[in-house]
């Protein structure tokens, strides 16, 4: 385009757009300075003991308090933390309390925040791979990658799993109740496996993930709950795990990871029982691009770009369905492996939950 064809500027606009990235740079920087705050205890400090000024925050956590301060001060910028200018103290709301200090409540935040922290650090690998279409494997991202999503995602699956997920399933509680097989596919740490034994001890489960040391931590998990009787879990990949007929199948925030979610698809199919069902828990999504273009949407984008996609680039086929694919994509997915039945059974903010049948 010739300069002097070139729409003019308009000046207000322009800083309104900086002033926006202005503030982009600052949330950028908050998913540090809330992961800051979960690791030295300053949340749950000012949940325990209330109201507090820099020194003391600083001297309940055996922190430093110049730290303390402009860590509180931040905070408060960013409407993360109150601030009562008469008392020079600082505070949280009950709400930021429950989403930055209650790991058993659905609205708990920092998971997704570390998960973000976690992810950023491994950024310049991706910029790497971005330019040549290589991927990079899950286990390849350091620790707070896999500690954070637990963190995120199990609130969730405490609060709605066995409560309202399964039994949203046709017949599904009944089968468990009675005594069932069930394979948790990409099981991760195994929150979503434990779960189901502790709500259902009569069942067997068979939790199974590609990543050694997340089947590792899954097993010492499952002895501390108390559950090791009736679990058990495998290093295997998704089109490869063993034992069946199942008369469930799960997948929880996995699928979109695969290199080949179409190959799991048929294995899943191969091994699950004529009436069994097969529960897919995937990133809540529209199936046009423009339905996500929400804070929920923005977020999984980002983490499709820089996690979910190079993981599934680093596979096998590597069709990286990304984060956001959307309910018409996962159906195209499963019925190619021979499903007939599909539909949503439930959704949250964060997740939908579809009910698949042979």
Not at 71 to 100: I, K, M
């Amino acid at each position: 385009m010739d300069i002097a064809s070139k729409p003019a500027v308009d000046q207000d606009q322009l800083m309104a757009f900086v002033m926006r990235a202005v503030d982009e740079a600052g949330a950028a920087l908050n998913c540090a300075l809330v992961v800051m705050g979960d690791r030295l205890g300053y949340y749950r400090s000012l949940v325990e003991h209330g109201p507090s000024t820099p020194a003391e925050l600083a001297q309940r956590t055996g922190t430093d308090e110049h730290y303390a301060r402009e860590w509180l001060n931040a905070q408060a910028a960013g409407q993360f933390v109150e601030y009562d200018a008469a008392s020079g103290r600082y505070f949280l709301s009950p709400e930021q309390a429950t989403a930055l200090a209650d790991e058993s409540s659905p609205a708990f935040v920092i998971g997704l925040f570390q998960t973000a922290h976690g992810t950023a650090r491994d950024a310049t690998k991706i910029f790497d791979a971005a330019a040549t279409g290589a991927g990079m494997s899950w286990g390849d991202h350091n620790s707070d990658v896999h500690i954070g999503c637990e963190r995120f995602f199990r609130p969730t699956y405490a609060a709605y799993l066995v409560s309202e997920w399964l039994p949203a399933l046709d017949g599904v509680t009944t089968k468990l109740a009675g005594g069932a097989r069930v394979a948790d596919v990409g099981c991760g740490h195994g929150a979503s496996t434990i779960l189901m034994a502790q709500a259902f001890p009569g069942s067997e489960f068979t939790g199974t993930d590609v990543h050694a040391g997340s089947i590792d931590t899954a097993r010492d998990r499952a002895r501390l709950a108390g559950v090791d009787s009736t679990v058990s879990f495998e290093c295997a990949p998704a089109d490869g795990f063993a034992g069946g007929p199942y008369d469930l199948v799960t997948m929880f925030d996995c699928l979109h990871d695969m290199g080949d979610p179409v190959g799991a698809a048929r294995h899943v199919r191969s091994v699950i029982d004529d009436d069994g069902t097969w529960m897919i828990v995937e990133p809540a999504a529209g199936d046009r691009v423009e339905d996500n273009f929400t804070p929920v949407g923005r977020a999984y984008y980002g983490f499709s770009t820089l996690l979910c996609t190079p993981s599934s680039l680093a596979q096998p086929v590597g069709l990286a369905l990304g984060t956001q694919a959307g309910p018409a994509r996962i159906r195209d997915v499963v019925t190619s492996a021979g499903f007939t039945r599909f539909r949503e059974a439930a959704r949250t903010p964060f997740n939908a939950v579809y009910e698949v049948r042979p």
